[in-house]
């Protein structure tokens, strides 16, 4: 099974209307130093290649970095762990940070029986946890995605509470339809994919940003 490198999809998607962090790779921390220089702080860097699939617990993912050379020392520190640990990154990804929000998984599976099946969930890296999510079979219309949000018990989320705003339900609900809508991600994969997800999609009041990608194809 080949995973298709982070920043590689999230190019891809935004072809399909998804809004993604900006961004750049390097290939050595002097030159996520140099790539910084273009980007708002505060700065996200991220490590990629094989062996990191699950970035955050292989400690390949660095937030809240002020400036360039926050961003050079970071990737410096992550790959002395990584190469100490045997991993050896094929490169780095520098990229904005997006505002806090409510995390939201949007992804896609195949099942064997019926084909690809349009996923989505509260919890970001707390979505295994917190088992709170919804499924129908691809293609999804907007009625399918405004009902899949409908029926997560932490929906309250989506609509604002203890003195929280709301999210923007359009941005997240078009995030569901470039991957499930007929023309949109899924149907373009076709039988390429295993597996494919947005976790998370940070939303906030305004807007919904993929900060994550994973492509498993098939
Ligand atoms: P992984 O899921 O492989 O551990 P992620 O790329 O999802 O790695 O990063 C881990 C967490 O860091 C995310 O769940 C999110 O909370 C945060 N994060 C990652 N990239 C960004 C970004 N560009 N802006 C804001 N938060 C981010
Ligand atoms: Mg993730």
Request: glycine share 14%; aromatic share 4%; proline share 7%.
């Amino acid at each position: 099974m080949k995973s298709v490198p982070e920043h590689a999809v999230k190019a891809w998607i935004r072809g399909f209307g998804v809004a993604v962090p900006r961004g750049a790779t390097a290939s050595s921390p002097e030159g996520v130093g140099t790539a910084a220089h273009g980007l708002t702080s505060p700065l996200v860097v991220k490590a990629y290649g094989p062996g990191l699939v699950h970035k955050s617990d292989a400690g390949a993912v660095r937030l809240g970095l002020e400036s360039p050379p926050a961003a050079c020392d970071a990737a410096a520190e992550m790959l002395t762990a990584l190469t100490a640990r045997g991993v050896t990154p094929d490169g780095f990804l520098v990229e904005e940070q997006a505002a806090p929000g409510v995390e939201v998984i949007v992804g896609a599976v195949r099942d064997p029986a019926f084909g690809p099946v349009l996923l989505v969930g509260l919890g970001g890296v707390w979505t295994e946890v917190l088992r709170d999510t919804a499924l129908r079979l691809c293609p999804v219309t907007e009625a399918d995605a405004h009902s899949m949000l409908d029926e997560l018990r932490g929906a309250a989320l989506l609509n604002g509470s203890r003195g929280r705003p709301g999210i923007d339900q359009d941005a997240l609900v078009r995030v569901m339809l470039a991957v499930g809508s007929p023309g949109g991600i899924v149907d373009r994969l076709g039988d390429g994919f295993t597996e494919f997800e947005l976790n998370p999609v940070i939303c906030g009041p305004h807007g919904a940003v993929a900060v994550d990608a994973r492509l498993l194809g098939a």
